[in-house]
């Protein structure tokens, strides 16, 4: 009995992972906000929208015509802020990248930045997408 169990289970669940992932991920971004309270770092918030039937990665960022800016992902786990290496967006769901969870952090901003500067958001399927964030000193 437990034989057949684990064959079902080893049949079932690559048919699972399988249909989760055929679909394309289909994202659109809203609210991208790059927020600067010490001088040369900023954080960046935004909603990220998947309305596909497949997931995506994001994987990388960067500010667009800074290439001494360093941008990274970063979460907070256990009350710490730490990097990460990735942020899944599932199929039909949403990520909020918003204080105290998941943003991007930027380290080595000039102290001109414009009124907008674009962000560039690299995600393993969909590629690079490219949104403008206001910026906003505090
Ligand atoms: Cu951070």
Same mark, same amino acid.
Do not use: H, N, R, T
């Given at each position: 009995m437990k034989t057949v169990k684990k064959m079902i289970t080893w049949l079932i669940l690559p048919l699972m992972l399988l249909a989760c992932e055929k679909g394309e991920p289909l994202l659109s971004i809203k609210w991208p906000q790059l927020v600067s309270t010490k001088r040369s770092v900023g954080s960046v918030f935004m909603l990220i929208l998947n309305d596909g039937s497949g997931e995506d990665i994001l994987v990388g960022c960067g500010l667009k015509g800074y290439p001494g800016v360093v941008c990274e992902l970063h979460d907070i786990q256990g009350g710490r802020m730490k990097k990460v290496q990735k942020m899944v967006i599932r199929s039909n769901s949403e990520l909020e990248l918003k204080p105290g969870s998941k943003h991007l952090m930027l380290f080595g @901003? *000039? /102290? /001109? @930045? *414009?009124?907008k500067v674009t962000i560039v958001l690299q995600f393993q399927r969909s590629g690079e997408i490219e949104i403008t964030a206001g910026v906003k000193r505090l």
């Open positions: @901003l *000039p /102290d /001109d @930045l *414009p009124e």
